[in-house]
């Protein structure tokens, strides 16, 4: 086990693990998601009964997590501007072409009407345009996916509408130049921590739209702060393993959610920067999270109308293999295309700059 190095010795190492680690959170939330694609019942998600939490759930925790500190690195050492352009041609693109080939390729092939019906179909415009434009994921194209438990064909994006705030909750602290008060960080953690389980001490279930409108910020702002006190901030495997402990020692209590959501913040970046086995295969120059976790759902729910019968396990090798080969394309022909006009247009900013 790793102990004792800090976050900014991690980063001078000449390789990290966080690619392995954000593609592992992609296919767990594609594992995650075949169960409840074939049944339609959530609970039927791994870790939903013991956790309180899907497998999913717990990935998309990693991914801001991730995130967190990733980009407000880049908005730190690369200023405003070209962290506007990276974080939009970092998302955009690949949600366009998603949106687009999901609605016009895949919906034309799967949908149980005729071609100029489908196309002459409102509702296929208004999928494209809430998709791209309030990341809706639960709208629905006509006659497609009818007779599956869910009906809506890009179920994962409601995360990038989170995913964004983010970036503009951070970009609005870069501006206004709070992010040299680093203390600040670990203060807005704790009041999230403490506003999130206050909302838990109240009577019935807490609605799932506060919970996760304070456990991804919560999340993502720890991420930001283990950057933000690179210097000093530690990571420790036995502490993490601690944390994780202390999380299941809460467990039915309200301050289950703000310990496990900060364990696992603290967990994934200790498994990025000090990973137990260093090598670097696992920071490989391809990044096939963003299109696995865009493509997943889609897949599944194709595979299941073609398949209706076959259960969750049965399906789960050929989604994970179909999905992979789907954002390799992503990849390859959408995605590796925007980073190299990022760098292009960085590049020609930075000559105009000199």
């Not at 609605?103 to 196309?119: D, V």
């Not at 200790?270 to 759902?297: E, K, M, N, Q």
Request: positive net charge; contains cysteine; glycine residues 10%.
């Amino acid at each position: 086990m790793v102990k004792g190095i800090t976050v900014a010795a991690g980063l001078a190492r000449p390789h990290n693990a966080f690619g392995a680690a954000r593609l592992a959170l992609a296919l767990l939330v594609v594992v995650s998601h075949g169960f409840s694609v074939t049944t339609g019942l959530v609970l039927d998600e791994p870790l939903a009964r013991a956790t309180g939490y899907t497998l999913g759930e717990h990935a998309v925790n990693g991914f801001f997590a991730v995130s967190g500190f990733l980009v407000t690195m880049s908005l730190m050492r690369r200023g405003a501007r070209d962290y506007v352009v990276a974080r939009a041609l970092r998302i955009v693109p690949g949600l366009v072409a998603a949106t687009l080939a999901v609605a016009l390729g895949l919906g034309s092939l799967m949908t149980s009407l005729n071609l100029s019906a489908y196309w002459g179909d409102p509702a296929l415009w208004r999928f494209i345009q809430g998709t791209l434009t309030t990341f809706k994921s639960n709208a629905a194209l006509p006659g497609v996916f009818s007779e599956n438990p869910f009906r809506f064909p890009m179920g994962t994006v409601w995360t990038l509408k989170y995913e964004v705030l983010c970036y503009l909750g951070l970009l609005a602290a870069g501006l206004l130049g709070t992010l040299r008060w680093r203390w600040l960080a670990p203060l807005l953690v704790a009041g999230l921590a403490v506003a999130l389980a206050a909302a838990g001490l109240r009577e019935g279930e807490m609605p799932k739209g506060l919970e996760t409108s304070l456990r991804l910020p919560l999340i993502f702002a720890a991420g930001a702060a283990l950057f933000l006190y690179a210097d000093r901030a530690t990571l420790s495997w036995p502490l993490a393993l601690a944390l994780l402990a202390l999380a299941a020692l809460v467990h039915g209590t309200a301050l289950y959610p703000p310990v496990l959501f900060l364990a696992e913040a603290y967990g994934v970046l200790c498994l990025g920067l000090a990973p137990p086995i260093r090598h670097p295969v696992l920071d490989p120059r391809a990044d096939l999270s963003y299109g696995t976790y865009l493509y997943g759902w889609p897949v599944q729910q194709s595979l299941h109308a073609l398949f209706p019968t076959a259960s969750a396990w049965l399906l789960l090798g050929p989604s994970l293999v179909l999905t992979l080969a789907v954002a390799a394309l992503s990849w390859r022909f959408v995605e590796r295309p925007a980073l190299g006009w990022k760098a292009r247009v960085m590049g020609k900013r930075r000559e105009a700059l000199a």
